[in-house]
């Protein structure tokens, strides 16, 4: 025989489901944000002290400063 519930019981299951349906929501929520705070300091990383292979160890400044040549410059094609 199955056992009678009540009204506050299944108000309480109800009030639960939406808790957690709330927190799932929020901590997606905040994990977006995160990673999007995380990207903006690898982006303003990246532009404030340079890197990529386009500069090969020289600061910012000192890259752009010299003359551009092509990758192949002098071959024949």
Sequence with gaps: MAAVRTSSEIGFNRVAIVAVLFL??????????????????????????GGGSAHQGLSVRDAHAAKVTAINAGRAG
Excluded: E, G, P
């Design 24 to 49: 799932n929501h929020f901590n997606k929520r905040v994990r977006l944000a995160l990673h999007q705070m995380d990207l903006l300091k690898v982006m303003v990383i990246n532009r404030l002290y």
